[in-house]
């Protein structure tokens, strides 16, 4: 995978073997997870696997939300 923002190659800490679901998989620097588009979109009801690397996010100034 690569990061969607700076292209910068996201691999696992551990190979990804079997049915292993690659958003609950520990990543080397990164956040990944799968999203889904909502209405309004192009992409309404389609999901996606993104990757956005550690220095991506920090440059954003992305914060946690509790929910």
Known sequence: MNCIICDKE???????EGRHD???AMWDGAVVDR????FGSIFD??????????????KKG????NL
Request: hydrophobic fraction near 45%; aromatic fraction near 6%; glycine fraction near 4%.
């Open 62 to 65: 992305l914060k946690p939300i």
């Open 45 to 58: 009801t389609d999901t996606f696997l993104i990757a956005i690397c550690d220095d991506c996010v920090k």
């Open 35 to 38: 999203i889904e588009a909502g």
């Open 22 to 24: 690659p958003e609950n």
């Open 10 to 16: 996201v691999l696992p800490l551990y190979p990804l």
